[in-house]
C-alpha cells in the first residue's frame, strides 16, 4: 500500500510568483486536506476536498485555491506569493468518516524571497 | 469552535523515566482527538486517536493518552522515555459542523530526552 506522496521536496520562489504543490493521496482514500506549518508552530487547516469538490476551508486568503482529481490526487496553488507564505506545506488523506485519521505525507518546503 | 492547547512548548526527560505532554481541547460538541508525532524535515504520524469509546488509548511505540471530559484534557504519557522518542509531539481535535473534520493543531511540545 503506498502511502501519501508529495512533489516537490523543496522549493524556492519569489515574492509575486505563483506555485503549485502536489499530492498523492493513500489508496482508497477520497479526501485531501492541506496544512500549513510555519516555523515552529502546529499546522493549520488551509482547505479539504472530498470527490473533487471543496469540502470546507480555513482562514486563508483567496490566493490559496486547490484542485482533486478523479484519481483524488490533489494540487494546492498560491498566487502572489508573500514572504509570509514560507512555511511546510502538509497534505493528509483520509477517509470522510467521523474520527477517521488523516495520513500526513512529508510536505512540501516552500520558500518565499 | 474548537481550540487545543499545549503546555509546555520545551519537554526534557531523561532516558527511561516518565514522558507526560499535556493537552486540553475546547469543544462545543464531543471530540475526536489524535497525538500526532513529527521528527525533524519529516511529516506527521499518527500516535494514537480517541473516538469516544475507550477513555484510555493505546498508540505506537508504547504511547497511551487518557481522555477526561471532566478535565477536557487528553494527556500523553510514556512510562520509559528512548532517545529515540524525541520529536515534536502535536495535539489536535477534530470536529465538524459541516462535515470537514478538519484537524485544529496545537502549537506542539518538543520532547528532547537527556542520556
Known amino acids: 500500500e503506498t502511502g501519501v506522496t508529495q512533489s516537490p521536496t523543496h522549493l524556492i520562489k519569489t515574492r509575486g510568483q505563483q506555485v503549485t504543490l502536489r499530492c498523492s493521496s493513500q489508496?482508497?482514500?477520497?479526501?485531501v486536506s492541506w496544512y500549513q506549518q510555519a516555523l515552529g508552530q502546529g499546522p493549520q487547516f488551509i482547505f479539504q476536498?472530498?470527490?473533487?469538490?471543496?469540502?470546507g476551508r480555513g482562514n486563508f486568503p483567496p490566493r490559496f485555491s486547490g484542485l482533486q482529481f478523479p484519481n483524488y490526487s490533489s494540487e494546492l496553488n498560491v498566487n502572489a506569493l508573500e514572504l509570509d507564505d514560507s512555511a511546510l506545506y502538509l497534505c493528509?488523506?483520509?477517509?470522510?468518516?467521523?474520527?477517521?485519521?488523516?495520513?500526513f505525507g512529508p510536505g512540501t518546503r516552500l520558500t518565499v524571497t | 469552535a474548537q481550540s487545543v492547547t499545549q503546555l509546555g512548548s520545551h519537554v526534557s526527560v531523561s532516558e527511561g523515566a516518565l514522558v507526560l505532554l499535556r493537552c486540553n481541547y475546547s469543544?462545543?460538541?464531543?471530540?475526536?482527538l489524535f497525538w500526532y508525532v513529527q521528527y525533524p524535515n519529516q511529516g506527521l504520524q499518527l500516535l494514537l486517536k480517541?473516538?469516544?469509546?475507550?477513555?484510555l488509548v493505546k498508540g505506537i511505540n508504547g504511547f497511551e493518552a487518557e481522555f477526561k471530559k471532566s478535565e477536557t484534557s487528553f494527556h500523553l504519557t510514556k512510562p520509559s522515555a528512548h532517545m529515540s522518542d524525541a520529536a515534536e509531539y502535536f495535539c489536535?481535535?477534530?470536529?465538524?459542523?459541516?462535515?470537514?473534520?478538519?484537524?485544529?493543531f496545537g502549537k506542539g511540545t518538543k520532547l528532547s530526552v537527556i542520556p
Open positions: 489508496s482508497g482514500h477520497n479526501t
Open positions: 489536535a481535535v477534530s470536529r465538524s459542523g459541516a462535515g470537514s473534520y478538519q484537524l485544529t
Open positions: 469543544s462545543s460538541v464531543p471530540p475526536y
Open positions: 480517541y473516538t469516544s469509546a475507550a477513555t
Open positions: 493528509a488523506s483520509s477517509s470522510l468518516a467521523g474520527g477517521s485519521e488523516q495520513y
Open positions: 476536498y472530498y470527490r473533487e469538490e471543496e469540502n
